[in-house]
């Protein structure tokens, strides 16, 4: 199968579509060998990535935290003049909200100290780069969808770090991509669905939080729309999470509904009583327009979810 048919079926499976006629194959005629460098190739994003095959694997320079530390500026320039690559792909974070709380210092070191080692090596060697933020950057007090024009007022360590990240990107590079997602699943990693999961097996008796909302977003999906992104060269902020938005409580009914798990016994909390080092901002939906209108439309969150959990959990 060529690459240019596997894309073609990754569109139609996933139902993206196109605002202008012709736009699909302007695309595809741009596409090139574009050299990828990924770092924190071990999060969830970068193995979603390479599972959908969305670039050539000849093309992606997989860097796990063993091979580079972000936070080893030496190691950093080295690599990135050693492989000028046309675009980094910055995946490596502190990124659950609970350790970065514990740990501030340590969030700042790797999420501005190591983006900042990223972006000056982009900046040398002309390198894109495509970051990924987070819904926490924003203070939840909005009562609609967050666009990439609400100003960010972060209020936990997760998200003020990742902003300073971001403001650095915006003031040293011309080539960026920020993008903003939320409530990152995928079977890789033990996130939100599998505590619940678990817990619900366990105990057969949980708490859920019924006032935090987001957009949660299969990490798969968010794979194909970086994909586009990038090869429309539209440099700038985005948001891109699943359509629609959730609160936690929701979310899980939805994953037992689909599973057809019963009897669980469910007890709804308020955010303010949740005990937690990291306490996340209530509302933070994003606003997925500004994609949108470029014809990059993520699915439904209920419907990926649908999708996650018939292929795994
Ligand atoms: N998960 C979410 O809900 C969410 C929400 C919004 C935004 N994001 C952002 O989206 C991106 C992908 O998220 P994800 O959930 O796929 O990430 P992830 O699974 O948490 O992976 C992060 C990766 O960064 C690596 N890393 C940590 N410190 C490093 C260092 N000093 N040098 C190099 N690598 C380092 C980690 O390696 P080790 O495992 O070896 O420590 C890990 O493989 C991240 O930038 C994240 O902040 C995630």
Redesign the pocket.
Same mark, same amino acid.
């Given at each position: 199968m060529n690459n240019d048919y596997q894309l073609y079926k990754l569109y139609e499976l996933y139902n993206f579509r196109t605002q202008a006629s012709g736009r699909f194959l302007n695309i595809m005629n741009n596409k090139k060998n574009m050299r990828i460098l990924i770092?924190?190739?071990? #999060?969830? *994003?970068?193995?979603?990535i390479l599972e959908l095959e969305v670039f050539p694997k000849e093309n992606l320079f997989l860097?796990?935290?063993?091979t580079?530390?972000?936070?080893?500026r030496k190691k950093v320039f080295k690599l990135i003049s050693k492989l000028k690559p046309e675009i980094v792909f910055?995946?490596?974070?502190?990124?659950?909200g609970d350790e970065c709380a514990k740990d501030p210092k340590k969030a700042y070191?790797?999420?501005v100290t190591?983006t900042k080692n990223v972006v000056d090596a982009c900046k040398i060697y002309m390198s894109s780069i495509l970051?990924?933020?987070?819904?926490?950057v924003f203070d939840g007090k909005k009562k609609a969808p967050y666009t990439e024009n609400d100003k960010p007022n972060p209020v936990t360590v997760?998200g003020s770090t990742?902003y300073d990240a971001e403001k650095y990107i915006k003031k040293n590079l011309t080539k960026f991509y920020i993008?903003?997602? #939320?409530? *990152?699943?995928?079977k890789?990693?033990s996130?939100?669905l599998h505590a619940v999961f678990s817990k619900a097996r366990e105990n057969r008796e949980i708490e859920l939080v019924e006032d935090e909302i987001g957009s949660p977003?299969y990490?798969l999906d968010?794979a194909v729309a970086i994909k586009k992104l990038i090869f429309l060269k539209k440099y700038g902020i985005y948001h891109l999470s699943n359509a629609g938005n959730v609160s936690r409580l929701a979310f899980a009914k939805k994953a037992f509904e689909i599973k057809n798990i019963k009897n669980i016994k469910i007890i709804p909390i308020k955010l303010e009583n949740y005990l937690r080092l990291s306490k996340p901002p209530l509302f933070t939906a994003l606003d997925n327009n500004k994609a949108k209108r470029l014809g990059i439309i993520l699915p439904n969150w209920k419907s990926a979810l649908k999708r996650f959990l018939n292929s795994k959990v």
């Open positions: 770092t924190g190739a071990n #999060s969830q *994003l970068a193995k979603s860097a796990s935290k063993n580079l530390d972000i936070t080893n910055h995946f490596a974070s502190m990124t659950r070191l790797i999420n190591g970051f990924i933020s987070t819904n926490e997760v990742k993008v903003r997602t #939320s409530w *990152l699943y995928s890789w990693s996130n939100f977003t990490s968010l």
